[in-house]
């Protein structure tokens, strides 16, 4: 009788193990798969914002991102860009106006607003967050435009 009690603890033990083990593998291949499909969605975003920003900034922060010294910020290695996301999507709907420090040198200019809808702006900023060597954040959305007033 104790032998059997032993056995049945052990087949219990087990079960729970099998158990923990497998819904762990489940949820890491739930994991993935979102992930995947996130950097999909960015991947795809990064190549919309190229256009956007071949047709919209090219003329004033350059194919390269550089800008031009101390009329047209660069974008490229910005730290402004990297730390005002908010402000930067904002400033792509709105314009962007007065005094900001860019990499440590002061630009107190006009960026007018260019009409571009929440998809383009959610392109771009992907398309700039993520390129020249920049890797800012995790993909703008849509709806994160919007939600900007
Ligand atoms: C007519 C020239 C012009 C165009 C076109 C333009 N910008 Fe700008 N941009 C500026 C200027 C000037 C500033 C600085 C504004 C200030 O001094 O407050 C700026 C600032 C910025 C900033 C914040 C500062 C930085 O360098 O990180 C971002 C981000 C930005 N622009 C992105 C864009 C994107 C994306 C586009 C295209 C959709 C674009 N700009 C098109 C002139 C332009």
New binding site residues.
């Given amino acids: 009788m104790k032998l059997l009690s032993f056995a049945f603890l052990l087949i219990g033990i087990f079960l729970m193990m099998f158990f923990n083990y497998s819904t762990d593998i489940m949820y890491t291949s739930y994991k993935n798969v979102k992930s995947q499909s996130q950097s999909k969605a960015l991947k795809e975003s990064i190549k919309r914002g190229n256009i956007?920003?071949s047709d919209?900034?090219v003329?004033?922060?350059l194919p390269n991102g550089n800008?031009v010294n101390k009329i047209?910020?660069?974008?490229a290695n910005?730290d402004?860009?990297e730390a005002n996301r908010d402000a930067?999507i904002k400033?792509?709907k709105f314009g962007?106006?007065?005094k900001?420090k860019?990499n440590g040198v002061e630009?107190?200019?006009?960026?007018?607003p260019?009409g571009?809808s929440a998809e383009e702006i959610a392109d771009?900023m992907n398309y700039?967050n993520h390129s020249w060597g920049n890797t800012f954040g995790k993909i703008v959305t849509v709806a994160e435009v919007c939600e900007i007033k």
């Fill in positions: 956007v920003y919209f900034c003329s004033c922060h800008g047209y910020p660069p974008l910005s402004y860009l930067s400033g792509l962007l106006k007065g900001i860019v630009y107190n200019k006009y960026m007018p260019m571009l771009v700039t």
